[in-house]
């Protein structure tokens, strides 16, 4: 086994820190990758969802540099795989969780603790490309059979951030477009 695949391996330094609020994407266009999901329904929104997934699973799984970092503190594309992947998984529980209770708070979630924690550098490509897809499939699924009365239920965040059902979806999607626009640029 190579030092680069070596569970002895010390985890890499964290990624710059992202404490932006993001909810801006809303209102209007990203002017990074230049995503507008104000307007989307949620049917579009699973469509994107698996579009997206389908061509980020294509590149961890045939990307040469998949495991590099271009710089020391930003993610390599495996490790932006890996969290587009958490982030599949914590929307879909986040969902669950407005359809269940009314007006919930949303538990915090920081990236970078999951990504040192769970090693994102050390995952399989293949495996994170695989479970990528099942994960957005598995959310797009949820969005497309939502009700009218189900997009207006509520949720938050502890910074204060309100969604409705309908406006989480918005804001989901332009994570995994933004991250694609990231390991392409
Ligand atoms: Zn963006």
Known sequence: MSDATSPDRPPPPPAQADDKDWTWVLEQPCPECKAEVGGLSVDDVADKNREVATAFANLLRTRPDV????????????????????????????LELMLAEDDPMFANWDPNETAEADRYDLMDPTQ?????????????????????????????????AVFSVLSFARYEIHDPIHHLWDVTR
């Open 67 to 94: 495991a590099d970092r271009p710089v020391a503190d930003v993610w390599s594309p495996l490790e932006y795989g890996a969290h587009v992947l958490d982030v599949f998984r914590l929307f879909l529980t986040r």
């Open 128 to 160: 994170v490309a695989d479970d990528l897809e099942a994960a957005a499939a598995a959310l797009a699924s949820r969005f497309e059979g939502l009700t009218p009365n189900q997009l207006e239920r509520t949720g938050r965040r502890s910074d204060g």
